[in-house]
């Protein structure tokens, strides 16, 4: 397939995400329509919606220095933004991403924006340095975050806001968990240095492959040896504090890695719900995999009334609905998908899940509260609020994590039930 046809449907992807839906969803719609995409041509429109999301702030400033008022035409719009990310960010030929834009741009609107695609094209080209340089003196464009993104950030953390939105930015690492039932993390790195992919250990049992390849590639993916996991995403099991014999609660556990990896610490009674039907075949995907068994069930956490037998757990994980503002180097969609106004209606959704699921815990029992958010309102304040409603809730410990080079955005806070 032609490149500029690449183009275009990286370009439909962006105005899909105008439109609401989630970049997994749209990537995945635009694959099935287009199936006979090489592995090549896969990777190339992957990149396209990825980067252009992850820099749009960059590109539409760069775009109305060359284009002052936004075009009548969104799609040839949308499709400038993809062919300067292409410029900037890929090693694609500059003269094939222009001559390729031109000619998907002879396809739109009749052909009357070729000259103008090719004119701000070549003007970028000529006055790239200026154009970048404008960009990068403006707050909105360097950041690539939402005004009202930034905002927050700086009240939440006013030492830390710029290193957050750099964290964000950029591509995320490759960090595997190894499946402590199949080997050690000194067995798998071996392994991996044999197939020849640097990596190193970070800890638990994390590692880091230098440069980040297919899952197929990684040794042992396919038996169960290993698991694509975030060493921030790691620390939740370890936190629960798991014993051999405990009936566990995972609310929310899909696509099922914290759920696989609380089965590869010890041996439990594992109770796996999410609402999703498809998102919960995916917990099972994962489990079978990893040759571990849970009870997997399709379910409201928050409506215990509808699924749960009466018998108390021992241990909770309460991974509840979130921002996601913590992952968005792996979801860049996340932040033009966001409003100002979700925070409260996830408020709500999180107070009422933490309170359904408090109930089902054992006296003694430990709930750990996890988002994968950075802002206070869906974490400290939440813990805070929650407190002061249950009177035999203690927080034993809390932390958050922000987006760095090791890890992504977490927040985590572990209570026990006198």
């Not at 695609?117 to 340089?133: P, W």
């Given at each position: 397939m032609a490149m500029h046809h690449i183009q275009q449907m990286a370009a439909d992807i962006l105005g899909r995400i105008e439109e609401g839906t989630?970049?997994?969803e749209a990537l995945a719609d635009a694959q099935?329509?287009?199936?006979?995409?090489?592995?090549?041509?896969?990777?190339?429109?992957?990149?396209?919606?990825?980067?252009?999301?992850?820099?749009?702030g960059v590109l539409r400033h760069c775009l109305r220095q060359l284009v002052p008022n936004p075009l009548p035409e969104p799609r040839v719009e949308r499709l400038l933004l993809v062919a300067l990310y292409q410029l900037q960010h890929t090693r694609a030929a500059p003269y094939a991403v222009v001559n390729e834009a031109v000619t998907q741009a002879g396809q739109l609107a009749r052909g009357k924006f070729k000259g103008l695609?090719?004119?701000?094209?070549?003007?970028?080209?000529?006055?790239?340095?200026?154009?970048?340089?404008a960009a990068a003196a403006d707050e909105a464009a360097w950041s690539n975050h939402p005004?009202?993104?930034?905002?927050?950030?700086?009240?939440?953390?006013?030492?830390?806001?710029?290193?957050?939105?750099d964290a964000s930015n950029v591509h995320p690492p490759l960090t595997l968990r190894v499946n402590r039932r199949r080997g050690s993390v000194a067995d798998y790195l071996a392994r991996l240095e044999a197939a020849g992919m640097a990596a190193s250990a970070l800890g638990g049992d994390a590692v880091r492959v230098a440069k980040p390849v297919a899952v197929r590639e990684l040794p042992g993916f396919a038996d169960g040896d290993v698991s694509v996991q975030d060493e921030g995403a790691q620390r939740a099991a370890h936190w629960l504090d798991l014993a051999p014999g405990l009936r566990v609660l995972d609310a929310?556990?899909?696509?099922?890695?914290?759920?696989?990896?609380?089965?590869?610490?010890?041996?439990?009674?594992?109770?796996?719900?999410?609402?999703?039907?498809?998102?919960?075949?995916?917990?099972?995907?994962?489990?079978?995999?990893?040759?571990?068994?849970?009870?997997?069930?399709?379910?409201?956490?928050a409506r215990p009334q509808d699924w749960w037998d009466g018998k108390p757990f021992d241990r909770i994980l309460a991974d509840v609905p979130c921002s996601a503002s913590g992952v968005v180097r792996r979801h860049p969609d996340i932040k033009w998908l966001r409003r100002p106004g979700d925070f409260a209606a996830l408020g709500r959704q999180q107070a009422a899940m933490a309170d359904a699921l408090w109930p089902l815990l054992a006296s003694g029992g430990k709930m750990l509260y996890a988002t994968c958010s950075i802002f206070p309102e869906e974490n400290r304040q939440q813990l805070e609020s929650f407190l002061a409603r249950h009177p035999d809730a203690a927080c034993l410990k809390q932390e958050q994590l922000l987006p760095c080079e090791r890890h992504d955005g977490f927040y985590y806070a572990l209570l026990a039930k006198s």
């Open positions: 989630t970049l997994t099935r329509q287009q199936a006979g995409l090489s592995a090549a041509e896969r990777g190339a429109l992957q990149d396209l919606s990825y980067g252009s999301l992850r820099h749009l695609v090719n004119g701000v094209l070549r003007n970028f080209q000529r006055r790239r340095d200026e154009v970048l340089a005004d009202w993104w930034v905002a927050r950030l700086k009240a939440a953390y006013p030492g830390e806001w710029r290193d957050v939105v929310c556990a899909a696509p099922g890695g914290k759920t696989g990896h609380m089965l590869e610490l010890a041996d439990l009674e594992v109770v796996a719900l999410d609402i999703d039907a498809a998102r919960l075949a995916r917990v099972g995907d994962n489990l079978e995999r990893l040759g571990l068994n849970a009870s997997l069930r399709q379910a409201d956490a």
